[in-house]
């Protein structure tokens, strides 16, 4: 079925540390992979996506990396700032369905 | 440009009771959709709608109605609210008519259903 696992729920790093955060999807004909991410009591929003044409892209300290074989992609935060303290959400653009799944959400935590 | 904005913020409403859920957006998207948001299950799509005039069904549908009678608004309606549809809406709107458009979401609306 149609589904993106995310992992890890909750994730704390050290100011200055990196992050990850890996999700999983079952469609292997999804070719388009937002990651959104999300602060307190606002609504989420467009950080990087990646299409499945190239493996790895980058924005500053972020970046996403791309396994279509092994169908998992992950977010990579470099350099964590008090900033990045939010709610990170994955998500997979099912083709067949013409939908977006989002996976449950990582509870970013930066501790200074 | 205001975006995407959602009325009401915050409600309460007794079970039984019915309620509609306002989306505006001012940037000429086609595509607008309403999401539920619940603890550990990420964003779950309602419905949907790909341009004035049409709407379609997602993954968690019953129990809501939608209209999008202008290209600007879509509307989401809770006939006969119960408890199991508490939870933070988002509403969301993109460019053109492709999937792979990035979604501009609204700030969400909290409903506690009593």
């Known amino acids: 079925g149609e589904n993106v696992e995310q992992h890890p729920s909750t994730l704390s790093v050290q100011e200055g540390d990196s992050a990850v955060i890996k999700c999983t999807y079952s469609d292997s004909a999804s070719n388009y992979f937002p990651w959104y ?7 989420p929003q467009l950080i990087i996506d990646i299409r499945s044409n190239v493996g790895e892209k980058k924005d500053q300290r972020i970046a996403v ?8 992609f992950s977010l990579h935060i470099t350099e ?6 939010a709610v990170y959400f994955c998500a997979a653009l ?4 013409s939908k977006i799944i989002f996976g449950s959400g990582t509870r970013l935590s930066i501790r200074p | 440009n205001a975006g995407v904005t959602q009325t009401p913020k915050f409600r309460v409403l007794k079970t039984g009771q019915s309620m509609t859920l306002l989306c ?3 940037m000429n998207h086609e595509y607008m959709y309403w999401y539920r948001q619940d603890p550990g299950m990420g964003l779950r799509l309602i419905h949907y709608s790909v341009g004035e005039g049409t709407t379609a069904k997602g993954e968690v549908p019953d129990g809501y109605n939608v209209s999008r009678l202008k ?5 989401l309606g ?13 509403c969301a709107s ?3 008519g492709a999937w792979q458009e990035t979604q501009y979401f609204g700030p969400g609306t909290r409903l506690l259903v009593l």
């Open chain 2, 78 to 90: 809770l006939e006969s609210a119960a408890p199991s549809q508490t939870s933070v809406y988002f």
């Open chain 1, 94 to 97: 099912y083709s067949s369905a």
């Open chain 1, 37 to 43: 991410k999300q602060e307190l009591g606002k609504g």
């Open chain 1, 65 to 72: 990396t791309l396994n279509k074989t092994a169908k998992h």
């Open chain 2, 94 to 96: 993109s460019y053109q």
């Open chain 1, 80 to 85: 964590t700032q008090p900033e990045d303290s």
């Open chain 2, 71 to 75: 290209k600007q608004n879509f509307l």
């Open chain 2, 24 to 26: 505006a957006q001012d």
